[in-house]
């Protein structure tokens, strides 16, 4: 047997992209091989979307239950084309003209030459072109559209740069292309594309409030659509650490070896033993958003008895955030003090 391969690490400047680096990872994806790409929401595992051994290689090395289904990463419309069957429906016109390329995930009839491990078997496939110049540079190099869950392994926090995938899969991957910290830090929107409007299936970097400039948004439906979505678990983007998301300040909690993450603009006061951790400002969201992900993934190392994380309760982008903590939290979701106090207590144990 052979010593486990170490991926091929390589950095790109997204603002001085080096076109050999660009050709090495298209290849791979060309012969069949994983890639780690960094994209402007969080790093994507990409592999050929149109070459069902690869896309299996994903689901294996993340650990990922062949139920949920793969975003397919294009270059634009016209790419999008090979993937979608039949012509764009109207709001999905608005919406790429609007939001593509960036951090939209349009779900839409499947072409039949996309294999059924990409979406699970159904009958739509989740599309996306990204903004970040590398990735998209790697998908027309490669000439494929590019299938890319996050670079995680299943359930685990989404990972926000080069060091996150290698903690994840290290020698799982082919190559890893680095091009620094990624922008957002939160994954995209997920919107099913129906005649006439559109539904949210994941809240993202692109918000409802936005995409209702352009199009439809349903939120009565959202519920049972959301649930009947596949891959839509509450339990995601996981830390280790046993984890309970707030909406309410711990007045009369126990003490404990707990880290309290909230906002540096909505100072508390702690119980006794509890540590706090600042999530950013919450007059500042997105700057919040960017660095979710690794301020959870560092809490995690550390590993106190107990993660209490505070939501935003806010409109726009606090969507997104609240949505990953509240997942965070196994959507353990405290709705005032007493119910903390008492969810805290049985935690701590
Ligand atoms: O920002 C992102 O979307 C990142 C980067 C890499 O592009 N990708 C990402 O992929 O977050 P993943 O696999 O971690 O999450 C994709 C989500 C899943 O919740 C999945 O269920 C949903 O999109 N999805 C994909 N195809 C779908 C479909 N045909 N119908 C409903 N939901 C779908
Ligand atoms: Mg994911």
């Not at 998209?136 to 869950?149: E, H, S």
């Not at 970097?205 to 995409?211: F, Y």
């Not at 046993?242 to 909406?247: H, K, M």
Request: hydrophobic share 45%.
């Amino acid at each position: 047997m052979s010593e486990p391969q170490q991926p091929r690490r390589v950095t790109i400047d997204p603002s001085s992209i080096d076109d050999a680096s660009i050709a090495l990872a298209a290849d791979l994806l060309r012969a069949g091989e994983l890639v780690a790409i960094p994209t402007e929401t969080v790093y994507g595992l990409g592999a050929n979307a149109l070459d069902a051994d690869a896309v299996d290689r994903i689901f294996a090395a993340k650990g990922r239950p062949s139920t949920d289904p793969l975003i397919v990463h294009v270059d634009g419309l016209d790419m999008a084309g090979r993937v979608i069957d039949g012509p764009l429906p109207a709001p999905a016109v608005r919406l790429a003209a609007a939001f593509w390329p960036g951090p939209l995930t349009m779900v839409l009839p499947r072409h039949e030459r996309v294999p059924d491990a990409v979406t699970s078997g159904g009958p739509t496939v989740g599309v996306r072109c990204p903004s970040h110049p590398v990735a998209r540079a790697i998908i027309t190099a490669a000439d494929l559209p590019v299938a890319a869950p996050s670079a995680n392994r299943f359930g685990r926090i989404s990972p926000t740069s080069a060091d996150h995938v290698a903690e994840e899969l290290g020698e799982r991957v082919a190559m890893i292309v680095d091009a620094g910290r990624a922008e957002h830090g939160l994954e995209s929107t997920v919107v099913a594309v129906h005649d006439e409007h559109v539904v949210v299936l994941r809240d993202g970097a692109v918000t409802r409030e936005a995409l209702a400039d352009h199009v439809q948004v349903r939120t009565v439906a959202d519920e049972a659509e959301r649930t009947a979505a596949p891959g839509h678990d509450v339990r995601h983007y996981s830390p280790r650490t046993p984890t309970i998301a707030t909406l309410a300040a711990p007045t009369d909690a126990p003490t404990g070896d707990v880290v309290y993450a909230g906002y540096a603009d909505r100072p508390i006061t702690l119980p006794r033993g509890w540590r706090f951790e600042g999530l950013g400002r919450r007059t500042e969201l997105a700057s919040v958003g960017h660095d979710l992900y690794d301020t959870l993934r560092r809490l995690d190392a550390d590993a106190p008895s107990l993660i209490v994380v505070e939501l935003t309760a806010a409109d726009g982008i606090g969507r997104a955030i609240d949505d990953r903590l509240t997942r965070a939290a196994s959507g353990q979701v405290a709705g005032d003090a007493a119910m903390l106090a008492e969810m805290i207590a049985n935690a701590l144990g």
